[in-house]
């Protein structure tokens, strides 16, 4: 780890030409020098092509959380996607959650639309059964002797109402450790757990939390707020950022006095607490601590990428709030907690929502980012992300990248 001084010590490039037709150059050489392997003319010779960070696949040798736990009901299926594969949740009839790949060896129809048998699947269609390993354990009008291949599993654990599969290569998900889930387990806290998919590649949602200069857009639920950075680290997977805050004009919403529990004025004494956001991949947290270091709130929150060119994803978030010292008075004003955090989730959702629609109508990241904490974050998340793979011709603007296929060998082999 090493600290990195905060805003004002960093260099910004001013000369930088941002515009439009500048940025169709750049973009046409990188993607040129990205398909033939070779710098396009007016590049350095030692400057890499650097990757489109909205089409950086998300990297799958992780835990990413697929449900909640009370999505997969006890003896039945659930059907999940993750970058476009799809994958079956089952909770056996024992309690236990397992992931298959959603696809029947047999003729690939869905397994959710099968039923759970004790402590297996069968597909709704021949009645192919498949135990928690994805083995083919019975066809009921074949012998047992001559079973087929089954279908591919996936590792999976359920802790703190989660269901966290391992889509990616299983032989690294025991030395993958689940991540930490903040102050869910502790009793001092409350917690809100939401979440909903979201028209955007996850990395505006990364940078969305991460940059709080964007409290203008709040405007209307959080009044007149000035965030200014305090200080910055980054490490190995890393980056986070300190915040104040200070209220420059306007009442303070109810919502916010629940988190910190007292009044902060109007005024420039009023920036005392700190917030510090983080960035460990693929992963990010909130914490909020006031001048005597009491956590007073803790997010932890993931983004989840549906579709395979991940344009959409599905956000997970653990929303922990202290208990206040009068007991219950959380409990009473927790319904306004939930209406203002909502109004605010609206508020970013629609404007992420919205840079995607123009990422995608103008064809290329053109953003031109002017604050270090968030260059840091975008670099993080194309070290971090997973290999690109080129596969032909595009469909759009220059070519598709196919960001993971996790299907390994033929499904349908020995069938
Ligand atoms: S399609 Fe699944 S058993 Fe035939
Ligand atoms: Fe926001």
């Known amino acids: 780890m090493h600290a990195v001084p905060p805003l004002e010590q960093d260099t910004v490039d001013a000369t ?7 940025a169709a150059a750049q973009n046409a050489a990188h993607a040129a020098a990205t398909t033939a392997h070779a710098h396009a ?26 449900a909640w736990s009370h999505e997969v009901k006890r003896g039945k299926t659930h059907g999940v996607t993750f970058a476009g594969d799809p994958i079956v949740l089952a909770r056996t009839e024992s309690g236990k959650v397992f992931a298959l790949e959603d696809r029947c060896a047999h003729r690939q129809v869905p397994l959710h639309q099968g039923v759970v048998t004790g402590e297996s699947i069968r597909c709704g269609y021949h009645g192919w059964t498949y135990d928690c390993s994805g083995k083919c354990v019975d066809v009921p009008y074949l012998g047992r002797d001559r079973l087929p291949n089954g279908v591919r599993s996936y590792p999976c654990q359920e ?26 387990a502790d009793k001092k806290y409350k917690t809100r757990r939401f979440g909903r998919p979201v028209n955007c590649h996850y990395s505006f949602m990364h940078e969305n939390l991460m940059d709080m200069n964007h409290q203008f857009l709040h405007r209307k639920q959080m009044g007149q707020m000035r965030a200014r950075s305090v200080g910055r680290r980054r490490g190995e997977g890393w980056v986070e950022v300190d915040y104040t805050f200070a209220r420059m004009a306007g009442q303070q919403p109810f919502g916010e006095a629940i988190v910190f529990g007292q009044s902060r004025r109007t005024g420039s004494n009023n920036d005392k607490d700190v ?22 709130m803790n997010l932890w929150i993931a983004y989840v990428p549906l579709d395979r060119e ?26 306004l907690l939930v209406w203002f955090t909502e109004r605010i989730f609206k508020e970013d959702r629609e404007i992420v929502e919205a840079e995607q629609r123009a990422h995608d109508s103008q064809g290329a990241d053109w953003n031109h980012e002017v604050f270090p904490v968030i260059n840091d974050l975008r ?9 690109d793979q080129l596969v032909g011709a595009g469909t759009g603007d220059t070519v598709v990248i196919r960001f993971w296929d996790s299907r390994h060998g033929n499904p349908l082999a020995n069938t």
């Not at 590049?43 to 696949?57: E, I, K, M, Q, S």
């Open 310 to 335: 991940q344009r959409t994803n599905r956000t997970f978030g653990l929303l922990s709030i202290r208990k206040p010292g009068i007991p219950g008075v959380l409990n009473l004003a927790w319904p």
């Open 379 to 387: 670099a993080l998340l194309r070290e971090c992300g997973a290999p």
């Open 159 to 184: 802790i703190e109402g989660l269901i966290f599969v391992f889509p990616g290569n299983a032989e690294f998900a025991d030395q993958r450790p689940l991540p930490d889930l903040g102050s869910v």
């Open 16 to 22: 930088v030409d941002a515009s439009p037709a500048h």
């Open 275 to 296: 917030m510090t956001i983080r960035t460990e991949y693929p992963y990010q947290t909130l914490q909020i601590r006031t001048t005597e270091q009491t956590l007073v």
């Open 41 to 66: 003319p007016g590049h350095a010779a030692n400057h890499a092509p650097v990757r489109d960070l909205r089409r950086v696949g998300i990297h799958p040798d992780y835990w990413y959380p697929l």
